[in-house]
């Protein structure tokens, strides 16, 4: 079994400042995990993934994530917000044999003020 | 063009009405899937397909029908459509993950906006 909780469900920031998105999941297997953007009306994007190799994984657009086991914990970081960076994200499981499906997180609205 | 594509991408129906969503892709994936958005819910995935002789419920899957045409064509059907299927639903495909060689990322569709009325 697998699950993923994405703690915020909104996170507003300031233009400049750092971005912080936090996912904590479960997995009875080795999990691959990742992290999707959905920007308004539109389909999701992969920001980033880990599958077993550098636990620090950078993504696009100066995105990047650390897996940390012992916490089961894989938080989304950004050093300086950009307006653009404004839409919901969504952390994502699967084990990593392959062999079973994606669980998604209920997503996490980022909110960009100048 | 995109990768996949989604056809209707607005529809809005009436109670009881039979409703399809096709997908195609070109991605060349054997994988394909249904899924559910709703606010606040993140994605719930409704059908899945990992080959075209393979089709799989998902979460809530209750309501709902899929058939796999073909390696690139997977449809979702509501046979009688009622208003709590209101939603966005996407379809995504993607490869068979690390034990293929593959990523295991899903590719996205740019979804169908469903509304029954």
């Known amino acids: 079994a697998q699950s993923v909780t994405q703690l915020d469900s909104h996170v507003s920031v300031s233009e400049g400042t750092p971005v912080l998105l936090r996912c904590n999941y479960s997995?009875?297997?080795?999990?691959?995990l990742f992290w999707y953007v959905q920007h308004p009306n539109k389909g999701l994007q992969l920001l980033l993934k880990y599958t077993s190799a550098a636990t620090l994984v950078k993504g696009i657009n100066g995105f990047e994530a650390e897996f940390k086991k012992s916490e089961t914990s894989f938080h989304l970081t950004k050093p300086s917000a950009h307006m653009s960076d404004a839409a919901e994200y969504f952390c994502?499981?699967?084990?990593?044999?392959?062999?079973?499906?994606?669980?998604f997180g209920k997503g996490t609205m980022l909110l960009v003020s100048p | 063009d995109a990768d996949v594509t989604q056809t209707p991408r607005n529809r809005i129906t009436k109670t009881g009405k039979r409703i399809m969503l096709e997908c195609s892709q070109t991605?060349?994936?054997?994988?394909m899937y249904w899924y559910r958005q709703d606010p606040g819910l993140g994605l719930q995935l409704i059908y899945y397909?990992?080959?075209?002789?393979?089709?799989n419920k998902g979460e809530i899957s209750d309501g709902y029908s899929v058939s796999r045409q073909a390696q690139a064509k997977f449809s979702l059907s509501l046979e009688s459509a009622i208003p709590n299927q209101t939603a966005l639903y996407f379809c995504?495909?993607?490869?068979?993950?690390?034990?293929?060689?593959?990523?295991?990322?899903?590719?996205f569709g740019e979804g169908s906006r469903l509304t029954v009325l």
């Open positions: 397909s990992f080959d075209v002789k393979d089709i």
């Open positions: 995504a495909t993607s490869d068979s993950g690390e034990p293929t060689g593959g990523t295991g990322e899903l590719f």
């Open positions: 997995s009875s297997y080795s999990p691959s």
């Open positions: 991605k060349g994936h054997d994988r």
């Open positions: 994502v499981v699967t084990p990593f044999s392959g062999y079973s499906t994606l669980t």
